[in-house]
């Protein structure tokens, strides 16, 4: 297994410095990464990226880096045709950048929760649209990996369902540790239920907030405040997701996502130490 980075997890960084895509990738070489996460929301110039990938495949190759996913962020649940017609766009525009970048991993999101909105009468919007995503991505032999993000498709039944509905070799799961809190499902039972379809795997963790606290967090379906942290200091068993995956066998992309509110670069490589010892664990060091 593999060990990367998304390039979100440094967000707070990104926006105070303005990291540049190049930026991120010299970070990741310093702390001594095997590949990057990158986003479509990142670029400098998305009306014309063609330069920038040139840079960025030529950043990557000088570091000897890989892209380990390009994660777009689309919404499938709108209300009019034309606007589902330009997220299904942003996915096929995404498979392209993907193999640009030389990745077979893209990223999907299902839709965000709005007023009205309940999972039953938004899956057949994300069906219809990840379906016709998905003619293209077995062609190019590119992975759209649905993330279980949010409280639309938060839960592994859900997601779970929508893979089944949409019947593709290439929809499979970007398995998100932390995201299952949100939606109060244990991490380590949604593994079970989703372990045949992971093609990608995010590290998060979440705390619940204190009282009194001052930070400010994500709601979960139930109202509880949550807070992020470096993985291993929340309420994710990461032991036992690293374990699973080695059962089955799982040759993948490990990615670290960090929300928490620490230094995002301090806590980044914390979380890429402790992810690195866990894979140690049990003789699978890769390096």
Not at 88 to 100: F, R, S
Not at 123 to 135: D, F, G, K, Q, T
Not at 249 to 264: F, N
Request: aromatic share 8%.
């Amino acid at each position: 297994m593999k060990v990367s980075v998304s390039m979100y997890s440094l967000a707070t960084t990104v926006q105070k410095e303005n990291w540049s895509v190049l930026d991120f990738i010299d970070y990741a070489k310093r702390i001594s990464l095997d590949g990057v996460e990158l986003l479509d929301f990142y670029w400098e110039n998305p009306g014309d990226m063609e330069q920038e990938i040139e840079s960025v495949k030529k950043a990557l190759k000088k570091n000897n880096l890989k892209v380990s996913a390009y994660d777009v962020s689309n919404n499938f649940v709108k209300d009019s045709k034309e606007e589902q017609d330009k997220e299904v766009l942003k996915v096929l525009d995404g498979i392209q950048v993907a193999k640009k970048l030389g990745t077979n991993i893209v990223r999907v999101f299902c839709g965000d929760l709005h007023k009205n909105l309940s999972f039953e009468n938004g899956a057949e919007l994300i069906v219809n649209a990840l379906r016709r995503c998905a003619e293209v991505a077995e062609k190019e032999k590119v992975y759209l990996a649905l993330e279980n993000h949010g409280l639309l498709a938060g839960k592994s039944t859900q997601v779970n369902n929508i893979i089944r509905e949409v019947n593709s070799p290439y929809v499979k799961s970007t398995f998100d540790t932390g995201n299952f809190l949100l939606v109060h499902e244990p991490p380590e039972e949604a593994f079970e239920q989703m372990k045949s379809d992971i093609v990608h795997v995010h590290f998060k963790d979440f705390r619940e907030k204190e009282e009194n606290e001052q930070l400010k967090g994500f709601h979960s379906t139930e109202g509880i405040e949550l807070i992020g942290v470096i993985p291993g200091d929340g309420k994710v068993n990461l032991e036992y997701i690293v374990n699973g995956l080695k059962e089955i066998q799982y040759t993948g992309w490990l990615s670290i996502e960090y929300e928490g509110v620490e230094d995002a670069r301090l806590a980044n490589e914390e979380a890429v130490n402790r992810l690195r010892k866990l894979l140690r664990i049990g003789g699978d060091d890769h390096r």
